[in-house]
Nanobody, 123 residues
Framework: QVSLVESGGELVQAGGSLTLSCVAS????????MGWFRQPPGKERDFVAA????????YYADSVKGRITLSRDNAKNTVYLHIDSLKPEAPALYYC????????????????WGQGTQVTVSS
């Protein structure tokens, strides 16, 4: 069984940058596609970016292209989400997701989810 632990969420100023990390544990972790989702309070969880088990892609939501970079280090079973030009908005939880199917990750149907890490952007 694979499990995920996110970190890196914090309070940052608008216009700044932030890098979130997601560490996957489990013998087969490197076989899983992984991705990130964002969920503001009271709203649905939205897809942000995803990468295949081999690191191909990444694939980004149109709303974040140009501001977000997803990378994967299979030696560390870790994916990183770097966010530039952060906008002042309500705090949001960023969730890491993993599944054997890349398409399932993108669609939000992953079998494995982390607990989330909160990002707050101040104006």
């Amino acid at each position: 069984q694979v499990s995920l632990v996110e970190s890196g969420g914090e309070l940052v100023q608008a216009g700044g940058s932030l890098t979130l990390s997601c560490v996957a544990s489990g013998r087969t972790a490197n076989l899983y596609a992984m991705g990130w989702f964002r969920q503001p309070p009271g709203k649905e969880r939205d897809f942000v970016a995803a990468v295949t088990s081999g690191g191909a892609g990444p694939y980004y939501a149109d709303s974040v292209k140009g501001r977000i970079t997803l990378s994967r280090d299979n030696a560390k079973n870790t994916v990183y989400l770097h966010i530039d030009s952060l906008k002042p908005e309500a705090p949001a939880l960023y969730y890491c997701a993993a599944d054997m199917s890349f398409g399932t990750v993108v669609a939000g149907g992953s079998t494995v989810w982390g607990q989330g890490t909160q990002v707050t952007v101040s104006s």
